[in-house]
Structures are given as structure tokens and as C-alpha cells.
């Protein structure tokens, strides 16, 4: 077997090792490396996906945890169950944190409906291969000092940081978060309720409804509008995703 054939099967290994101390220990953003300090680039890759990869398998639990409790009134629903006070609370919070338009309006079939639509995981493979390339493998100045590897913004005052090259008015600022971890919670969040990724959650949708496995380089064509660079962006996040092997983890 080959250096490249082992190294998803290497990779593997050490994020469920990862995942494992992080159940145990719950701050896994205590120690970031000094992904900078790291000269060999193969032991840079292996570091950076193996600090990251926990943290987004403990959010995505997080999210798969909601769509079981969405799944379980889905299906209250369909048999003529009544729903009770405790689920219908818990779908009006679900709707207010993921951004269900018109939510107050809806039924409660179409709400449950919507978030269903909304609260899916994202492949690990995606998320890893943005992370290293919005943040140049955590070497990035907002990955170091704002926790945030996934280029994401934010437009209120105080909310992070001004970009160094922003063009005169530009309302923008680079988010700062607490830990990684937050970083990590809110970008998957992003990506399941910001309507600039409904054609990423409408692809995933229909993914799961032919059976087909959703990959990490098939929803990556839901990201147009993650950069100004669109399809070109795409396709980087494509190649990452490839030479790197992430959609095998």
C-alpha cells in the first residue's frame, strides 16, 4: 500500500483519537498549534486537520442531535401525534437561531418541514478544506488572534476585526470569536441558515433524496457566493478536497 493510499487511514486514526479526547477533556481550543512554526508541509496538513477535525465532528454531533429531535416530531406529526408545549418551544427556538423566514406564519407541519431542510451536517471534508483555505493552514492572522479559520464575517460594531485592504465605507469586519470551537459553530451554522447557501442546502436535499452520499467535492458547488472568486473558488475547494484526501475521512 502506498504513502498516499495509508495517509486517510493515518488521518483517520488520529482524528478519532482526537475525538475521543476531546468527550473527555471539553477544551480542545485550550492549545492551538503553532501551525507557522511547522516547517515540513506534510506535518503541517497532518496537524492542522487533526486539531480542526474534532472540533467539527463535536459541532456536527451538536446538529445531528437537533435533527433527531426534529426527525422524532416530524414523525409525531405524520401519525397525528399531538405536539406537545416542550417540541413547539423547541421548534420556535430552532427557527428563530436558524433563520426560517416568515417562521411566525408557518404551521407547524411546514416549520418542522423547514428546518429539517436547514439543520443537516456538512462533510468533514468540506469544512476541513475551507478552514485550511481561508485561514492559509492556520497561519492567517485572524486564525491566530480572532479564532476564526473560516474567513467569516460579521457587521456589527465591535464584532471583530477591520480587514487591512478593505475598500473605503465598507461596513464589514472579520468575526472574533472566543474559542476555535465557536469559530467552528458558527460557520456550519452559517452555511445551514444564511441565505447565501440555499442552493448548498437545496443540493444536499436532493442528494439525500436519491440516496446519493453527500461528498464534500459534490456540495462544494453550493459555495458561489462563500467568495467574490465564485466558481474558481469552487473549484480550489474541489482540488483541496482531492489531493488531500478529505472526502475519504
Request: net charge neutral; glycine share 6%.
Amino acid at each position: 500500500m502506498n504513502a498516499k493510499a495509508i495517509f486517510p487511514w493515518v488521518l483517520g486514526a488520529i482524528v478519532l483519537i482526537g475525538v475521543v479526547l476531546l468527550q473527555m477533556t471539553r477544551t480542545p481550543e485550550s492549545v492551538v498549534p503553532d501551525f507557522a512554526a511547522i516547517q515540513d508541509v506534510g506535518k503541517k496538513k497532518q496537524a492542522f486537520f487533526s486539531y480542526l477535525a474534532p472540533l467539527i465532528v463535536a459541532e456536527t454531533q451538536a446538529i445531528l442531535e437537533e435533527r433527531k429531535d426534529l426527525e422524532r416530531i416530524d414523525q409525531n406529526l405524520a401519525e397525528g401525534i399531538r405536539v406537545s408545549a416542550r417540541d413547539r418551544d423547541l421548534l420556535a427556538a430552532l427557527g428563530v437561531k436558524y433563520r426560517v423566514p416568515d417562521r411566525d406564519q408557518l404551521s407547524t407541519v411546514n416549520l418542522a418541514a423547514a428546518l429539517l431542510f436547514r439543520i443537516d451536517e456538512v462533510p468533514m471534508g468540506l469544512a476541513l478544506a475551507q478552514a485550511a483555505n481561508e485561514s492559509a493552514w492556520g497561519t492567517s492572522r485572524f486564525a491566530r488572534f480572532q479564532n476564526n479559520f473560516f474567513g467569516l464575517w460579521c457587521f456589527t460594531d465591535g464584532c471583530g476585526v477591520k480587514p487591512r485592504r478593505a475598500e473605503p465605507g465598507a461596513r464589514h469586519q472579520v468575526a472574533a470569536f472566543e474559542t476555535v470551537q465557536g469559530g467552528v459553530a458558527y460557520y456550519l451554522l452559517t452555511l445551514n441558515s444564511h441565505p447565501a447557501y440555499k442552493d448548498l442546502r437545496v443540493l444536499r436535499s436532493q442528494l439525500r433524496s436519491t440516496g446519493t452520499p453527500v461528498s464534500g467535492h459534490l456540495l462544494a458547488e453550493g459555495l458561489m457566493r462563500y467568495s467574490e472568486r465564485g466558481q474558481d473558488y469552487v473549484e480550489e475547494i474541489r482540488a483541496m478536497i482531492r489531493i488531500n484526501h478529505l472526502d475519504a475521512l
